[in-house]
């Protein structure tokens, strides 16, 4: 790993992959580096002028946009995933919620129902054809139909440039970010057919258009998720099936943990962000839910960059 070679990615990628020990080590050694390039005097007046607000609109509206429709929402049991199926929930759907393991599907489903919301939940490794099959054929069973899915499970087990990445690693993040995403569609196909203004979404990344520098492997996934939006859009436009995409920029999960639990670490990244703060959730679930809507009927083959003016694109 060369540090002489570091940007405003790969400053981030070390914020988010390496362990906290190194994380906190190294931050300093970064952000010096980095004030070469980013000024980033007086961040923290400018986040405090731009601080999320939390009153969303399905916290505030009696708009029940998915009444009546049945969703599958992979990895769903903690952040984007959580909150996509909990928006979904509130705007009327039935929601499966799944997850490789089970006690975290509990959970979610147990959060979830407290809040008097339609969900179950069902174990599912998106790389396991039998749990893939059980997945659909048990919403099935507790609906008799499928409207909507979205594709959101995702790994990223090593950290490296694009062709330093070991071939089994390499296989393993196609297998579940691409494959996994190819194959969730195929098999929901049936199901989504028999439905009117049926709607995939796949949830990519912004590094499918700016590969971050040490996640190459996971970055040309995501692009490759880009893609399969396009071309199953396409496909499926006559038929009444939107295919979209959401490529969130860097979100307040786990994942971005050490990002905001470190000042230095976060001001670096802020720096690279015009609106100077993380995203949330919650704004991602908005984007999804709009996209499943029928506000969105005239919408299809889109991948909607929210990364608070990272990567704007004309």
């Known amino acids: 790993m060369k540090t002489t ?21 190294t931050q300093p050694i970064l952000a010096n580096h980095y004030k070469k390039f980013v000024p980033i005097v007086g ?17 505030n509206s009696s708009m029940k946009r998915l009444e009546g429709k049945v969703a599958v929402v992979t990895a769903s049991t903690d952040g984007i995933g959580f909150a996509i199926a909990k928006r979904l929930a509130q705007e009327g ?19 979830l129902c407290k809040l008097q919301l339609n969900v179950v939940g069902l174990k599912c490794h998106v790389g396991d054809a ?3 099959k059980e997945l659909f054929e048990g919403t099935i069973r507790k609906y008799g139909k499928l409207n909507i899915l979205v594709s959101n499970a995702a790994t990223n087990p090593a950290v490296g440039g694009v062709l330093d990445c070991d071939e089994r690693v390499w296989d393993k993040i196609f297998d579940v970010n691409v494959k996994s995403s190819y194959l969730l569609a195929k098999e929901a196909l049936p199901w989504l057919r028999k439905e009117k203004n049926s709607n995939i979404v796949f949830v990519s990344s912004i590094a499918g258009y700016d590969a971050f520098e040490l996640l190459g492997a996971y970055s040309v996934s995501k692009t490759a ?3 399969l939006t396009k071309a199953a859009a396409k496909d499926l436009a ?5 295919v979209n995409c959401l490529a969130p920029g860097i979100i307040k999960t786990k994942f971005s943990k050490s990002l905001y639990e470190s000042k230095t670490a976060e001001e670096m990244v802020l720096a690279r962000i015009p609106m100077r703060r993380l995203g949330m959730t919650e704004e991602m679930a908005g984007i999804v839910a709009f996209l499943v809507s029928d506000d969105a009927s005239y919408i299809t083959g889109e991948s909607i960059v929210a990364a608070g003016g990272m990567c704007a694109r004309l």
């Open 238 to 242: 006559s038929e009444g099936i939107r």
């Open 43 to 59: 961040i923290n007046q400018s986040i405090s002028k731009n601080r999320y607000c939390s009153n969303t609109f399905a916290a």
């Open 130 to 132: 039998k749990d893939r």
């Open 93 to 111: 759907a039935n929601v499966v919620i799944s997850s490789r393991k089970q006690n975290n599907v509990d959970r979610a489903v147990e959060e």
């Open 5 to 25: 070679a570091i940007n405003a990615t790969t400053s981030l990628i070390l914020a988010f992959k390496l362990s906290k020990g190194v994380a906190r080590l």
């Open 225 to 227: 998720l880009i893609g």
